[in-house]
């Protein structure tokens, strides 16, 4: 059995597709079975078609090339700061040990000294406990800190700093070099 066709399906099916329906055409597919049938057709290709375009759009070739290139630059850049940055919180890292070291090194005059600003003692008492364990941290800071200061005098806090230093410099020598 032979589906009946229309000779203005065709007609029906492009007015559909541009959107420009005159009245005896659009009175046809409202009468015409098979024309009503191509009209919902066309409309459902329409909307798929519109769907499918909004969804994959190819994009620009010069545009994606222009991406790739960037995110290429963007990588390099980052794999160039890493050296930068190890360093930077190396510094950090000496910064902090450096101001416990000077702190250690230094302690009797600190602790006179927030003694004065308190209006108390050098010899901070904290009770029966807390001042013996105080007590005993203080001597056990006072002679360690008097051993690097007083038995070698302060170059050898100095000589220490500056071969930690060189070996610092060193390494991140060797870091911004081997990249090449």
């Given at each position: 059995?032979?589906?009946?066709?229309c000779?203005?399906?065709?007609?029906?099916?492009?007015?559909?597709?541009?959107g420009?329906?005159?009245?005896?055409?659009?009175?046809?597919?409202?009468?015409?079975?098979?024309?009503?049938?191509?009209?919902?057709?066309?409309?459902?290709?329409?909307?798929?078609?519109?769907?499918?375009?909004?969804?994959?759009?190819?994009?620009?070739?010069?545009f994606?090339?222009?991406?790739?290139?960037?995110?290429?630059?963007?990588?390099?850049?980052?794999?160039?700061?890493?050296?930068?940055?190890?360093?930077?919180?190396?510094?950090?890292?000496?910064?902090?040990?450096?101001?416990?070291?000077?702190?250690?090194?230094?302690?009797?005059?600190?602790?006179?000294?927030?003694?004065?600003?308190?209006?108390k003692?050098a010899?901070?008492?904290?009770?029966?406990?807390?001042?013996?364990?105080?007590?005993?941290?203080?001597?056990?800071?006072?002679?360690?800190?008097?051993?690097?200061?007083?038995?070698?005098?302060?170059?050898?806090?100095?000589?220490?700093?500056?071969?930690?230093?060189?070996?610092?410099?060193?390494?991140?020598?060797?870091?911004?070099?081997?990249?090449?």
């Open positions: 059995m032979k589906p009946h066709e000779e203005n399906e065709s007609r029906v099916i492009e007015a559909v597709r541009s420009r329906w005159d009245a005896d055409l659009r009175r046809h597919a409202a009468l015409c079975q098979s024309c009503a049938d191509a009209a919902l057709a066309a409309r459902v290709l329409n909307e798929m078609r519109a769907f499918d375009d909004a969804e994959h759009r190819i994009r620009d070739a010069g994606v090339w222009w991406k790739a290139q960037l995110l290429a630059k963007q990588a390099a850049g980052e794999r160039a700061t890493q050296p930068i940055n190890f360093v930077e919180r190396l510094a950090c890292l000496c910064v902090v040990l450096s101001v416990a070291a000077a702190c250690f090194w230094q302690w009797p005059v600190i602790r006179a000294w927030l003694g004065a600003l308190a209006g003692p010899s901070l008492h904290f009770g029966s406990f807390w001042g013996q364990v105080s007590g005993a941290f203080s001597a056990a800071i006072s002679s360690g800190a008097g051993a690097l200061t007083n038995a070698r005098g302060p170059g050898l806090l100095l000589a220490v700093s500056a071969v930690i230093f060189l070996g610092f410099v060193a390494f991140a020598a060797y870091f911004a070099l081997s990249e090449r």
